[in-house]
């Protein structure tokens, strides 16, 4: 039986709208199995006026319930024989006769129990309680009160459609009573509507106007601007986020075609195509490769005269990009560095100084950098010195995330070197997870240093991440700095590049805390493509140089379907008898040696030592691995309980040497990662 749970609200903002898509579904199914209601597919689907949650298949009713009630122990239930009150008042209150009541034992003691039944309940009866705590439960970013309600919620709740089947699910919060009650468009079809069945739900808005698919709505906004765009001979720019965005921003797309004049494209494109999309919400369009000056906007109601929107458009967007104009003629009269002198006021924060001492700070880091990067020490220093310079410009100020990008423009028509300029707008990269990465030596020499800064001295200064509160992005940052060490393969570890970063700052910077917050990154990023187990144990044998630890892990990886491999780690299960050892001699002896399998684990381990550090030295980890793999039988043969010896032997000194026998053996297989934590793979 289908469920619909729709809740009618004033404008959701597009944030929130995702939030409920993404968390709900989850909260919504865990109340239901805690209600031991039976359920199908779960959906949602978000308009700015309402939030709807789907659930296909639910049961009519819960499952029953059978538990067993453990009563009082045996020992005082009874006396000569005959029931106790104790008995009795556990029999009565379980509702079953003393003589029905069977013992269990707990503990080494016998109690008296009871199987107790609940019948399951009609679900439509249970629903109204899911329904009130889980509105109760939406994760919304941000909540509101209005008129005399003690309810908060994300905007002023209208009304509540919950149906199960045919039958109105009954209840009342926020307010608000439920019914099968719901509004089509705001506009076209504004009288109250009652749906009469759960699954008519979708069909029944859409012939009064709403297009409750936001799958739906995005493929219908698509294909009116690649339609618009075709007829007119124009290329769509690509904006996958703004599509997503417009989507949920209207209940009935409409695509109309506007333009704006060709006086505009002397600005930078970068400013048009944020003004159109970042601040109206604007499509842009190129004609033979080049910015067009049109744009498309989406309605959220459809008119007969398209002109009667797209003047109001058109004098918006004109009136925006006339300001962007005038900062990029105002901006471009003063160098990037007369700056400078602002950047001395500039706070970044109360206990890392101004935005000056941080540029220094980047320009030295990024000073120490340049030669594990390969990059012109003259070009870094001067990228350094200038990348931050265009947060005091009027059309950073007016279009923040311009950042990076103007100081880049800004630095071409000022005649600074070409690898200046874009490093100053690739410092910033990556942006976010997958996005593109610096492309030259300059830009990512910069980026570090600014990375590297921004975490050793946000974890000084106490801005460490807690939960979901990341207000200076250090989790970005120390995500894109391993990135770029990890693409480049910069061969600096992580203890390095921190005592660099943190000697550098103003306050004292806990190195270890700054390490264990980077290899917790680190851990995320190695985790994407391999098993838990494989990522501790390369950690685990100190491999700090990121991009090696990810080769390292590559390398075991493919390994990993491997029998002769996995039979290897299996044997390092035993291999946790070291800690039995009270003292580990720090050599091995031979001439202790009683036993042909210790000579040959022994004559075996040095030999692959040998070669094992050469190939370690090339970065040639698979061969690494490789060489490690034979030793199985050696090793398997020196742990046979018939063909081996005997570790906790009585003689103190063999017991010792048995001991460092192992403890090379560990030693040297941890050079490639912890074998003893491999063991959850088999």
Not at 259 to 273: C, K, T
Request: proline content about 5%; aromatic content about 8%.
């Amino acid at each position: 039986m289908r469920f619909v749970l729709e809740l009618l609200c004033e404008e959701i903002p597009v944030a929130e709208q995702q939030r409920f898509a993404a968390e709900t579904p989850k909260i919504f199914t865990a109340l239901l199995e805690k209600e031991r209601i039976g359920y199908g597919a779960v959906i949602t689907h978000t308009t700015p006026r309402r939030l709807a949650i789907i659930c296909e298949e639910m049961d009519e009713t819960q499952q029953s319930l059978e538990e067993e009630l453990a009563g009082p122990p045996e020992s005082i239930a009874f006396k000569d024989g005959a029931p106790t009150k104790a008995a009795q008042g556990f029999a009565a209150k379980t509702g079953v006769a003393v003589e029905d009541l069977h013992r269990i034992e707990k503990g080494g003691k016998v109690y008296l129990a009871a199987w107790n039944r609940q019948e399951g309940r009609a679900s439509v009866t249970v629903l109204p309680e899911i329904i009130v705590e889980f509105i109760g439960r939406i994760p919304f970013r941000k909540s509101m009160r209005w008129g005399e309600n003690a309810f908060s919620f994300s905007r002023p709740l209208k009304g509540i459609l919950a149906l199960l089947g045919s039958e109105v699910v009954p209840l009342q919060t926020h307010g608000v009573k439920s019914g099968r009650r719901t509004y089509g468009h705001r506009f076209h079809y504004p009288q109250p509507v009652d749906c009469d069945q759960a699954s008519n739900y979708e069909t029944l808005l859409r012939s009064r106007g709403v297009v409750v698919k936001v799958e739906k709505r995005l493929a219908l906004i698509r294909e009116e601007i690649r339609a618009l765009a075709e007829a007119a001979g124009l290329t769509l720019i690509e904006n996958e986020d703004l599509l997503a965005e417009v989507a949920l921003l209207v209940e009935s797309p409409t695509v109309v075609l506007g333009s704006f004049s060709e006086d505009f494209l002397a600005v930078p494109r970068e400013v048009i195509i944020s003004a159109m999309a970042k601040h109206q919400r604007y499509f842009g369009f190129e004609k033979e490769g080049k910015l067009a000056p049109r744009f498309a906007t989406v309605l959220g109601t459809r008119i007969d005269d398209p002109r009667v929107a797209l003047d109001g458009n058109e004098r918006v967007l004109s009136a925006r990009l006339s300001d962007a104009r005038f900062f990029w003629d105002e901006d471009r009269k003063n160098p990037l560095s007369s700056h400078e002198k602002h950047m001395k006021t500039m706070v970044y924060h109360r206990k890392l100084g101004t935005l000056l001492d941080r540029i220094h700070r980047i320009e030295r880091l990024a000073g120490y950098l340049s030669p594990h990067l390969g990059a012109a020490e003259n070009l870094v220093s001067r990228a350094a010195r200038l990348c931050k310079m265009d947060l005091d410009t009027h059309m950073v100020y007016e279009f923040p995330e311009l950042q990076g990008v103007m100081g880049q423009r800004y630095a071409e028509v000022q005649g600074e070197d070409p690898g200046v300029s874009l490093a100053i707008c690739e410092h910033y990269m990556p942006k976010s997870a997958g996005s593109p990465l610096p492309t030259t030596p300059v830009g990512a020499c910069v980026a570090l240093a600014d990375k590297l800064d921004a975490i050793t001295g946000g974890i000084a200064a106490g801005l460490k991440p807690t939960g979901s509160a990341d207000p200076f992005a250090l989790r970005r940052a120390a995500l894109g700095l391993l990135r770029i060490m990890i693409e480049r393969r910069i061969d600096l570890d992580l203890s390095q590049l921190v005592s660099v970063g943190a000697s550098m700052q103003p306050i004292p910077a806990d190195e270890d805390e700054v390490k264990g917050f980077l290899l917790d990154r680190l851990r995320t990023v190695m985790g994407e493509n391999a098993p838990k187990e494989m990522v501790e144990a390369v950690l685990a044998s100190g491999h700090e140089v990121p991009y090696k630890a990810m080769e390292i892990l590559a390398a075991i990886n493919s390994m990993g379907q491997s029998e002769a491999f996995l039979s290897l780690v299996r044997l390092f299960k035993r291999m946790n008898i070291l800690k039995k050892a009270d003292i580990i001699p720090e050599t091995v002896d031979p001439g202790l040696f009683t036993h042909d399998a210790e000579r040959d684990l022994f004559t075996s381990l040095t030999t692959a030592s040998l070669s094992l550090e050469k190939y370690l030295e090339t970065g040639e980890y698979l061969r690494a691995i490789e060489l490690l793999v034979p030793l199985y039988p050696y090793v398997d043969t020196f742990f046979d309980d018939n063909r081996g010896v005997r570790v906790m032997d009585d003689d103190p000194k063999i017991r010792g040497n048995r001991f460092a026998l192992l403890a090379f053996l560990d030693k040297l297989f941890r050079q490639v990662a912890d074998f003893k934590l491999l063991a959850g793979l088999t």
